[in-house]
């Protein structure tokens, strides 16, 4: 059984109320194979929300906040928990997760300062289950 960002499944779930339809992606939940989540309503933000990133300090430590400041890591935290716990339930071995995201970004994410660069990394999700020996593929990597 696999999780996969809800997005990625096209349910609207994303920051701007749209999806990141991908079809195989869509297919697998279909068939029963994957069960879609979005860390993101599970830490109990809205849809629409306002855009997040990643950003870092000096000591490497990671927050999100939003594009107009307000800190929402607690949010993204608890829904990287909430996550872990439903991939142990169904005991998922992998996931699927859209890259780019705070949450899901998979290898790649924004680099925190709203200006549509991309660098490597995970998101809070993504990080917690790898830390936790799921495997974490992006929807790219189903190309």
């Not at 599970?42 to 906040?65: F, H, Y």
Request: with cysteine.
């Amino acid at each position: 059984m696999y999780l996969v960002s809800s997005c990625l499944a096209g349910i609207n779930c994303r920051y701007d109320g749209n999806n990141n339809l991908d079809e195989k992606v869509a297919e697998l939940v279909k068939a029963g194979k994957a069960i879609p989540v979005c860390p993101e309503i599970l830490g109990g933000l809205a849809t629409p929300r306002d855009p997040s990133e990643i950003i870092a300090d000096q000591e490497g430590n990671r927050k999100v906040v939003t594009e107009k400041g307000k800190d929402v890591t607690a949010e993204f935290k608890l829904g990287a928990e909430k996550t872990l716990e439903i991939a142990k339930i169904v005991d998922a071995k992998k996931v699927i997760l859209q890259q780019r995201s705070p949450s899901c970004g998979a290898g790649k994410i924004y680099d925190g300062t709203f200006s549509g660069n991309i660098i490597k990394g995970n998101g809070i999700t993504a990080e917690l289950l790898i830390k936790n020996g799921i495997g974490v593929l992006s929807e790219a990597d189903l190309a």
